[in-house]
């Protein structure tokens, strides 16, 4: 039944030609005063208002959030149309304090957040958690195109633990309509977006449409993009094409009360890993996903209880990794599987008055399962594991008043990690004639997490923020029983199912302004880590099997560890409208981001991101946009032992574009916008610090891009 809904909505979709997008003309302002930017993410406490389309920032604006307790970076649909980014890595690199994997440049590219990756930052469309395996290996991509998101939100700081341990260094958040919460004025919106690139000869398409009336609001998106191998300053970067398409449906029943809707979504793709021993065999990996997401909201007329929220995902991953094997063979050589369910129910209280002030809070519960295991020769890499988790939390705020708010909250949790474990020699060499010892582990887990926080506001619009937290995160499945060959990453891991829980105390301060001539998002922050987990490389080299170790030199021997950690670090957006041009601005932007983290002996956390700084000129004005900017990356000379040395980089960007508003009546669209964008137009050699393959592959050289983007 899915399946045949999804291909006449998706039909229909084409034939109209347009997206998901909201129906408010995006005029140029005369100065940026903006309305509040509405984010759904960061806390269950949230204003009783009708469902409806996020306010955004006009083009070329920064967008600040001010009414959070964590800050929090928004990458809004006006963004996405105008960058058009293939993966959550693509449209997050450049923002400060987040950086990416870029493993597979267009393809595989995890966002970074303060440094932290993998099992420590969350990724979830809609409320609920992406649930693939993108977190246990850089090669894996993720099962979400930007392209049909309305806007991506970026969770630091004491927000994350509404979602769990997990998260416990940030949540990217892609939000979008596939459960419609809204029925257009007009009763159909949407828009349609396609562009090219010269880098890669890169192509994309992407249309999303919402429509409905009375009480019954229906969706339907598609996607497709497609890229060869990408050129760089030292020619084409060997095996490093991609393609990837999907859709999804969706229905909903609003009432006066609240809504309840499910969707159905669809992903695959089919991308290459380029450099070393993965590009001599062709590696290449096929992602494909089948998701189901239910979620409503009940506004009950009386009693205690002011709304009730529900989330409810599930889905069925599969990738297979094909490539040339030891037999000089082109085929399957590993498959990963993973299935996963998640829920969460939240429980917002009416508002309670007290002597100190208003007091709103929710109580929320969660539950999830996941089923996880491979097959092939990455059969060794992991055994079949069973994953399970029930935790309860709980956030307060109190409005003091004189524009002061402060925020509690707490999470526990109860986790349980099946699989098996593998007692390796101390040295991590084999013994001759003996096979290291496997058998059955169970880990049970209970993490608990703490925050607190202040919001001020102060003269002339700017806000400020003071939180603290604590934070216990349970090691993961793959951390705990990995015990062989993954060949894509080049890697043999090897866990530690004696691992303990992982322990965060952060403390963050920010600043920030989101009206008048000057936008301002600047945080900093400090967080110690005890019991650090992470990827020790022993030096060590390895085949396909442990009794290859040390004398083989095929893949780089990893071993999970843990030690204690210190990470801190600052950053900053700012924007300044400078002088009146038209009816818009001219003005300077720049931003500036800094990560170091160091163990307690004084050596350094692998894989870190770059100090960089960046800045340049726009002009919004009359319907058009133009930017030309510079961000410097300095040379990360702060690696952990083993690690090369990473250049710096000078990145050189501009965009020209023009939005012209239309009349639906005659065009049947709202406005069209037309753009050129270029990156790296220096043709700088760039190679990402936070990357496995950074002496291997340079990330894409010269690139123009044009666009073009309808909305009705």
């Keep these: 039944m899915h399946a045949g809904l999804s291909k006449g909505l998706l039909a229909g979709t084409i034939l109209a030609g347009a997206g998901l997008m909201s129906g408010d003309a995006r005029a140029q302002q005369a100065e940026a005063t903006l309305s509040e930017l509405s984010v759904t993410s960061p806390s269950p406490i949230v204003p009783l208002r009708g469902s409806g389309v996020a306010s955004a920032p006009a083009t070329g604006i920064l967008p600040v959030v001010v009414n959070t307790f964590s800050p929090v970076t928004v990458v809004t649909a006006d963004q996405i149309a105008r ?30 957040i303060r440094g932290l990756d993998n099992s420590r930052v969350r990724i979830q469309e809609n409320g609920v958690g992406i649930q693939d395996v993108s977190e246990l290996g850089e090669d894996h991509g993720v099962p979400i195109n930007p392209l049909v998101a309305n806007r991506i939100e970026v969770i630091r700081g004491p927000a994350s633990l509404r979602f769990g341990s997990q998260a416990i260094g940030g949540v990217v958040s892609a ?5 419609p919460t809204f029925i257009p004025e007009r009763g159909i919106s949407g828009s349609a977006t396609t562009g090219y690139s010269t880098v890669d000869n890169g192509r994309l398409g992407a249309v999303t449409v919402d429509a409905g009336a009375g009480n019954v609001a229906v969706h339907a998106d598609g996607f497709k993009t497609a890229s060869d191998s990408y050129a760089t300053p030292l020619g084409i970067q060997r095996n490093s094409a991609n393609e990837s398409q999907g859709g999804a449906v969706g229905i909903s029943f609003i009432g006066d009360r609240g809504f309840v809707g499910l969707s159905y979504s669809h992903y695959d793709a089919l991308y290459q890993i380029p450099g070393g021993s993965a590009a001599e065999n062709r590696t290449r990996l096929d992602p494909r ?28 991953y599969r990738h297979d990794e094909t490539g040339i094997g030891g037999d000089g063979q082109d085929g399957i050589r590993a498959t990963f599987k993973n299935r996963e369910a998640e829920a969460r129910v939240e429980f917002q209280h009416v508002p309670v008055f007290t002597a100190l002030g208003t007091l709103t809070g929710a109580l929320g519960l969660q539950a999830g399962r996941r089923t996880l295991g491979t097959a092939g020769e990455a059969g060794g890499l992991l055994a079949p594991t069973d994953s399970r988790s029930n935790a309860a939390y709980l956030f307060e ?42 058998y059955g582990r169970r ?97 060590l080299r390895c085949g396909d099997d442990f009794a290859s170790c040390g004398s083989d030199d095929e893949l780089q021997q990893i071993v999970y560890a843990q030690r204690n950690a ?105 406005e069209v916008t037309l753009g050129l964008q270029g990156r790296n137009l220096l043709n700088d050699q760039i190679r990402n610090s936070a990357s496995f393959k950074k002496d291997e592959i340079l990330l894409p050289g010269r690139n123009v891009r044009v666009f073009l983007t309808a909305r009705f």
């Design 443 to 539: 880990r049970r887990f209970a993490p608990k997490s703490l925050s607190f926080g202040a919001l001020q506001d102060l003269p002339n619009g700017f806000v400020a923020s003071l939180n603290g937290s604590f934070v216990e995160r349970a090691p993961t499945a793959f951390e705990l029983y990995s015990r062989g060959a993954h060949d894509a990453t080049e890697t043999f891991e090897i866990g530690n199912a004696a691992l303990k829980k992982e322990r965060a105390r952060t403390i963050e301060a920010s600043i920030r302004r989101a009206e008048g001539p000057l936008r301002l998002d600047a945080t900093g922050y400090y967080t110690r880590y005890t019991g650090f987990i992470y990827k020790r490389d022993t030096g």
């Design 175 to 179: 939000e979008n309509n596939r459960v």
């Design 397 to 438: 705020e109190l409005a003091m008043g004189n524009g002061l708010r402060v925020q509690a909250a707490g999470r526990i949790e109860g986790d349980r990690s099946t699989g098996t474990a593998t007692l390796f020699p101390g040295d991590f060499l084999p013994v001759e004639g003996e096979d290291p010892l496997s």
């Design 289 to 316: 996903q089948d998701r189901l997401l239910a979620r409503g909201e009940f506004r009950p007329l009386d009693g205690p209880i002011a709304a009730i929220r529900f989330w409810v995902g599930g889905s069925v």
């Design 566 to 670: 210190t990470f801190y670090g600052a950053e900053i957006g700012a924007q300044l409208d400078l002088l009146p041009v038209g009816n818009g601005w001219a003005g300077l932007d720049a931003q500036y981001d800094l990560i170091r983290a160091q163990f307690d002996d004084g050596t350094f956390v692998p894989r870190i991101p770059p100090h960089r700084v960046g800045g340049g000129l726009f002009v919004r004005a009359d319907g058009w946009f133009a930017r030309v900017n510079l961000l410097h990356a300095f040379a990360h000379t702060e690696v952990a032992p083993i690690e090369t040395v990473t250049p710096g980089f000078d990145d050189l960007r501009t965009e020209v574009s023009y939005t012209k508003p239309l009349d639906p009546v005659l065009y049947g669209a709202t």
């Design 83 to 112: 960058e058009q980014p293939r993966t959550l890595g693509d449209a997050l690199a450049d923002r400060p304090g987040i950086s990416a994997s870029t493993y597979a440049p267009g393809a595989a590219s995890r966002p970074i």
